[in-house]
């Protein structure tokens, strides 16, 4: 087999159509270039529900164990479920999954010992290389020795560490509405929730990876009208949903109205900064103002990042950082090895509200404080020239900084707008935030003609 894998090895990932674009004859040469590079004599693997995963699980495990290495099978888990079994064994892990994307796709998320990341500049680049070279020339030659491939259930020991990080047990009782989309949280929410003074009301915990309910992505609104609908209907105090692989969590409050990521990143950011005073928190440049002013405000230093799991944790073991979030609800942990869990994340929003009276909305009416667009795509021929019309249009206005720390982000003294291009489409990617509607309106209105002007 010859496999062109410049379309599915991502920046930080391996994701495609199975068996389109790749299938476990490959998934057996990642196995074995994952450990060369490595240089790993032992492997923790882990999958999704996805109709394929425990197939392409099983043969990267088969190609790991032909080099030599020791592999433990942890079966079913989301993938910050894999992160813990990463860092509390210090094994380098493997997880297969394509998160929130269709059910034809899958993929492969990495890390070394101790869930520090895989990216294209720490290992990525090389495995590629060597699963190209090897699908041209065949497979490398076996070890003297093969490797071990054993199972071992991670699960009550994950949640076992979670809760041993959030204290729950002196709170009021609450009823939270918990949609899976049918992914891991289906897996994964009742072991963590059991015990806790939670009145769960479970929606489509049924692990199937066709996703019959809805995609599996929350971060799209279409995706949470039932939870909004379900968490009205049950009186509920609060409702989370979590993605396909279950590491990332979004939350509704008691009327149903989503709570930004940017609030829930200020929020948890205030509680970490209680216990660890004078800390530094991470955030990636499409947060909202809000989160740097918390936590200053908590005493702690903002240090801001460009987008990208790779650079949250790059910057946490730069910085020593306790906490770090992303406006995409991605939500890091130094308690964590570093590594983004939408549970545990969850799990302080669950002590912060049932740990006083008031409700959801009113909690986090602190930690919102400004007006936003959301991210806004726009399909264009040429991003860059796109983009520097935009540029043209504000440089050396009154009042006005550019940066290009992570695409443009232009700065004013009541609003801001942050334009990406897409690494894999012909998209440029809008955020916007300002102190009120109408200015949100506005900017967003000007910075899209310029954009599309020519498109």
Known sequence: MTADLSQIVKAYDIRGVVPDQWDETLAELFGAAFVRVTDADAIVVGHDMRPSSPGLAGAFARGAARLGADVTLIGLCSTDQLYFASGSLGLPGAMFTASHNPAQYNGIKMCRAGA???????????????????SEKGAPEAAATPGSITE?????????????????????????VVDAGNGMGGHTVPTVFAGLPLDTVPMYFELDGTFPNHEAN?????????????????????????????????????????????????????????????GTIIH??????????????QGGEAVRTRVGHSFIKEEMAKTGAIFGGEH??????????????????????????????GTLSELVAAYDRYASSGEINSTVTDQAASTARVRAAYEGGDGITLDELDGLTVTAADWWFNLRASNTEPLLRLNVEARDEATVARV????????????
């Open 284 to 297: 990636n440049l499409i947060t909202s103002w809000s989160v740097p002013e918390v936590v200053r405000e």
């Open 152 to 176: 071992r259930d991670t699960l009550q020991d994950y949640a076992a560490h979670l809760k041993g990080l959030v204290d729950l047990t002196g709170i009021r009782p609450l009823k939270v």
């Open 328 to 357: 995409s609800a991605h939500y890091y942990f130094r308690d964590f090895w570093n590594a983004d869990t939408g549970m545990l994340a969850a799990l302080h929003v669950l002590a912060a509200l049932g740990g006083q009276e």
């Open 444 to 455: 967003r209105d000007e910075v899209l003609a310029l954009v599309r002007a020519t498109d």
């Open 218 to 278: 929350p971060l799209d609104p279409k995706n949470i009208v039932d939870l909004q609908a379900r968490v009205r209907e049950e009186g509920a105090d609060i409702g989370l949903a979590f993605d396909g692989d279950a590491d990332r969590c979004f939350v509704v409050d008691e009327r149903g109205e989503p709570v930004s990521p940017s609030a829930i990143t200020a929020l948890v950011a205030a509680r970490e900064l209680a216990k660890h005073p004078g």
């Open 116 to 134: 520090a990341p895989v990216g294209q500049d720490t290992g990525l680049a090389d495995i590629r290389a060597l699963a190209e070279e090897w």
